[in-house]
């Protein structure tokens, strides 16, 4: 039999070059190819030395009409999880789930594992990276000492599916982390590429023949990514990122990808001395400790997936003396803070070029939608001029290039979840009407960004601010 070619693959997507080269041409990335040796070529049975190929088994086709029934699920008893993953775990489902290291992500899988095992389902903890010991710890340290949880510190793909298909099929499996472990059928070290491929197949194989759902832990590079080879990701089912910040006390479950649910959908959870405690009503935990007098704050009424999320956007400006201003952005996407900046000094007649910027999303909440130009708009003119913007008042709407305000998907749901935390008004794009009227809640529609700045600077100035605003 052959001997396997040398291979270079890149350790941080997966591509194959047949060289050493410094970059990767598929992602980017500089110094990233290892060496790895490629599997021998498989002897196909019945075949010639002159590669003619076996022939294949036919399978039947179906068209597009018949039956469709919805995926059964399993409740993991943490409603959080259950409404990230779409209503609860899919038999035979494999979900990747990633976070900065310390974010929480052990303690929630040791919690749902728990849960799971109370109601009667066999549960298979397996640890690569803890000893046994350490698991028992942190169970302890969260109560959770009582469930029937199987716990293991183990390795190897092979042995795993050979004890896990012993005996009764787990109704659940946790691989903590899939960059420890690896299989035999691959000639590479644990943690390379060929190896997170290859030790991934196997356990997918192993929950789609056993109906198993297995969760993979992935670790997480220093820019937020999944560490390993992108084609991981397109092999599970679901991909769910584990968000925040060690300076704040909550936790946020974002999914990226999911094939039985909805994607985009967010759990709320909060950090406490028992574990992570879920989060019922998020608007409320992001808008405490709000300043209500202070200029620079806007409410932006956003959506998360199907849920509604009220959150405050800060805005800071200031003169700057150095020749280029500042502009720094925190849980925003910096392109978005300089194409708003754009369109209020174009089509708002504001002098923005000798400010220093900077906008803050609080509670270190990281937001997507565009519907959160209006808001971060009005707290960047609230800030130039000095003035407070209503306290009763949310702010939702997409900012056009040209200035107009352009109208955003589910507002009766952003209306609803402002009127429920007691705001009274909202500034909105045209065509917006409050739908709702039980919770009445007036609604200032603008079609312009030049509208919006005409409102704010006639609005009362409250003394001790700076001066109005700087027109051209």
Known sequence: MARGTPQFICQSCG?????????????????????????????????????????????????????????????????????????????????????DPGIGKSTLLTQASAVMARAGHRVAYISGEEAVAQVRLRAERLGLSDAAVELAAETNVEDIVATLS????????????????????????????????????????FAKTTGTTVILVGHVTKDGQIAGPRVVEHMVDAVVSFEGDSGYHFRILRAVKNRFGPTDEIGVFEMTGRGLAEVANPSALFLAG??????????FA??????????????????????????????????????????????????????????????GLRITEPAADLAAAA??????????????????????????????????????????LGFN??????????????????????GHIADLVARIAAQPRVEGNRPGLARR
Not at 291 to 299: E, I, K
Not at 385 to 410: M, N, T
Not at 425 to 440: H, L, W
């Open 425 to 446: 008004r909202t500034v909105a794009p045209p065509a917006v009407r409050n739908q709702d009227e039980t919770a009445p809640l007036v609604v200032t529609t603008t």
């Open 15 to 99: 591509a194959v070059y047949n060289r050493w080269q410094g970059k990767c041409d598929a992602c980017g990335a500089w110094n990233t190819l290892a060496q790895e040796a490629s599997a021998p070529p498989v002897p196909v049975p019945g075949a010639s030395r002159a590669g003619a190929r076996s022939k294949g088994r036919v399978f039947p086709l179906e068209g597009l009409q018949g039956a469709s029934l919805d995926a059964p699920r399993v409740a993991s008893g943490i409603g959080e999880l259950d409404r990230v993953t779409g209503g609860g775990f899919v038999p035979g489902s494999v979900i990747l789930i990633g976070g």
């Open 290 to 299: 709000r300043d209500l007098s202070a200029a620079g704050t806007a409410v």
């Open 379 to 420: 707290a960047l003119v609230s800030s130039l001029a000095g003035l407070p913007l209503p306290a009763d008042c949310v702010y939702f709407g997409e900012i056009g290039l040209s200035g107009a305000i352009r109208p955003v998907a589910q507002t009766p749901a952003r209306l609803k979840e402002a009127a429920k």
């Open 166 to 205: 012993h005996g009764p099929t787990p109704r659940l499996a946790i691989i903590d982390s899939i960059q420890t472990m690896w299989t035999g059928s691959v000639e590479a070290a644990p943690g390379t590429v060929t190896q997170v491929r290859g030790s991934a197949q196997a356990l997918i194989r």
């Open 302 to 363: 956003g959506m998360e997936g199907t849920r509604p999320l009220l959150v405050e956007i800060q805005a800071l400006v200031a003169p700057t003396s150095l020749g280029t201003p500042r502009r720094a952005v925190v849980g925003w996407d910096p392109s978005r803070l300089s194409m708003v900046l754009a369109v209020l000094e174009a089509h708002g007649g504001l002098k923005l070029g000798q400010h220093d910027v900077y906008l803050n999303v609080a509670g």
